[in-house]
């Protein structure tokens, strides 16, 4: 420990849990145990699980953000549900047809860019509700 002006400083050197001389950054929303440090406004009150969709999407994981896209919509609104279920089968057959080879690469890539586009406007639409 070191006195500077009358002030005593404290050595945490050999602490736990210290990271010294280390750049860390953290781009977007950070999650640490229970805190949640946000980049950009939280989201609104009970629409986590479309946060967490939207992620899955970002991630690849389109199958998995249809299913839970398509529990969330059943438990608020019947149209959007029908549309997610459309979009469902879709994915399917795009999936199948892909698979058994008679779609071009750019012809996947544009269907499901489309699936992908209306996946997150219904998204966005029930963010509004």
Known sequence: ????KGKKKTDISE???????ANIQA??????GDVYNY??????????????IRALISKNKV??????????????DEDSYGEV???????????????IGIVTYDQ???????????LLQIIRS???E
């Not at 602490?15 to 001389?21: E, G, L, M, P, T």
């Not at 979009?87 to 047809?97: G, V």
């Not at 996947?108 to 209306?118: E, G, L, S, V």
Request: hydrophobic residues 30%.
């Open 15 to 21: 602490s736990k849990n210290v990271i010294q001389d």
């Open 39 to 52: 980049n950009s406004p939280p989201p609104a009150e009970g629409q986590p699980e479309l946060e967490q």
């Open 108 to 118: 996947a890539t544009t269907r499901r860019n489309q699936i992908i586009h209306n």
């Open 85 to 99: 279920q459309l979009l469902a089968n879709s994915w399917k057959e795009l999936q199948r047809q892909n698979r």
């Open 63 to 76: 199958e998995q953000a249809i299913e839970s896209l398509m529990a969330t919509a059943k438990a608020k």
């Open 126 to 128: 029930l963010e509004k």
């Open 1 to 4: 420990m070191e006195e500077k």
């Open 27 to 32: 781009g977007g929303n950070v999650h640490i």
